[in-house]
């Protein structure tokens, strides 16, 4: 199938509610028009460098969503245009965030990485690190950023049982911080699923799912 036809395909399964981000990441930006005239808006990209790049050469009523591991040093080069930064897990960061949305004269919003899978290699706090700054004084003192959801990635398995308690203890922790709501964190979105474990996700609770290689191919 096409890359339009592998998007028509994965959207036409998708409830309402379940959002759908297109990954680009590695892909040419000829790609990124095919799925961009098929009426994608939304794109996700994991390095800064690459996010950047491809916004610039790129309509402008795209949303770029950050959804790998953000380098505080380089959030600078993001901040005029990011709509959505997945990956934040420590309060340093978050504060760099602040810093550059202030000078940017905007909110940004972002969304908690929540270590669900098993390996080691996965970035992500624990729930109750989040939790704690939620709570902290310091956190309340951050105006340009919103914390809109959370976001988890599962551990790369075939036992599919494994995958689902790991998107079950996402959803969980999210329901619990629902009850911590204030002016910079209100828990909406629940960003978890890729490729390869979209429909367990959304069975599982997902609002939001990250697909890149079911959408343009595998990468090399
Ligand atoms: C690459 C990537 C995806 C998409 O992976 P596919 O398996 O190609 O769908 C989703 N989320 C993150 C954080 C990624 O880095």
Same mark, same amino acid.
């Given at each position: =199938?096409?890359? %339009?036809?592998?998007? #028509? #395909?994965? +959207?036409?399964?998708?409830?309402?509610?379940?959002?759908?981000? /297109?990954?680009?990441?590695? @892909?040419?930006?000829?790609?990124?028009?095919?799925?961009? &005239?098929? *009426?994608?808006?939304?794109? *996700?990209?994991?390095?800064?460098?690459?996010?950047?790049? @491809?916004?610039?050469? =790129?309509?402008?009523?795209?949303?770029?969503? =950050?959804?790998?591991?953000?380098?505080? &040093? @380089?959030? %600078?080069?993001?901040?005029?245009?990011?709509?959505?930064?997945?990956?934040?897990?420590? $309060?340093?960061?978050?504060?760099?965030? &602040? @810093?550059? /949305?202030?000078?940017?004269?905007?909110?940004?919003?972002?969304?908690?990485?929540?270590?669900? /899978?098993?390996?080691?290699?996965?970035?992500?706090?624990?729930?109750?690190?989040?939790?704690?700054?939620?709570?902290?004084?310091? $956190?309340?003192?951050?105006?340009?950023?919103?914390?809109?959801?959370?976001?988890?990635?599962?551990?790369?398995?075939?036992?599919?049982?494994?995958?689902?308690?790991?998107?079950?203890?996402? +959803?969980?922790?999210?329901?619990?911080?629902?009850? =911590?709501?204030?002016?910079?964190? %209100?828990?909406?979105?629940?960003?978890?699923?890729?490729?390869?474990?979209? %429909?367990? /996700?959304?069975?599982?609770?997902?609002?939001?799912?990250?697909?890149?290689?079911?959408?343009? *191919?595998?990468?090399?």
């Amino acid at each position: =199938m096409s890359i %339009k036809e592998n998007l #028509h #395909h994965i +959207k036409s399964e998708l409830p309402p509610h379940v959002t759908l981000v /297109a990954v680009s990441k590695t @892909k040419p930006i000829s790609d990124l028009m095919e799925v961009y &005239n098929a *009426g994608q808006r939304i794109f *996700g990209e994991n390095k800064i460098q690459e996010l950047v790049d @491809k916004y610039e050469q =790129m309509p402008k009523d795209i949303e770029w969503h =950050m959804i790998g591991h953000v380098q505080r &040093n @380089k959030v %600078k080069y993001m901040a005029p245009f990011v709509r959505l930064i997945h990956g934040v897990d420590n $309060f340093k960061l978050l504060e760099g965030i &602040n @810093k550059e /949305a202030i000078k940017n004269n905007r909110v940004i919003d972002c969304l908690f990485q929540i270590k669900i /899978a098993s390996e080691d290699s996965k970035f992500g706090m624990e729930p109750h690190e989040a939790v704690n700054i939620v709570r902290s004084e310091t $956190f309340s003192e951050l105006k340009n950023i919103k914390i809109v959801g959370i976001m988890g990635m599962a551990t790369f398995t075939e036992d599919l049982n494994q995958i689902k308690s790991e998107f079950t203890l996402l +959803k969980t922790t999210f329901d619990s911080f629902k009850t =911590m709501e204030s002016f910079n964190f %209100k828990p909406e979105i629940i960003s978890m699923g890729m490729s390869g474990d979209y %429909k367990l /996700a959304i069975a599982c609770g997902s609002t939001m799912i990250r697909v890149g290689s079911s959408i343009f *191919g595998s990468r090399s």
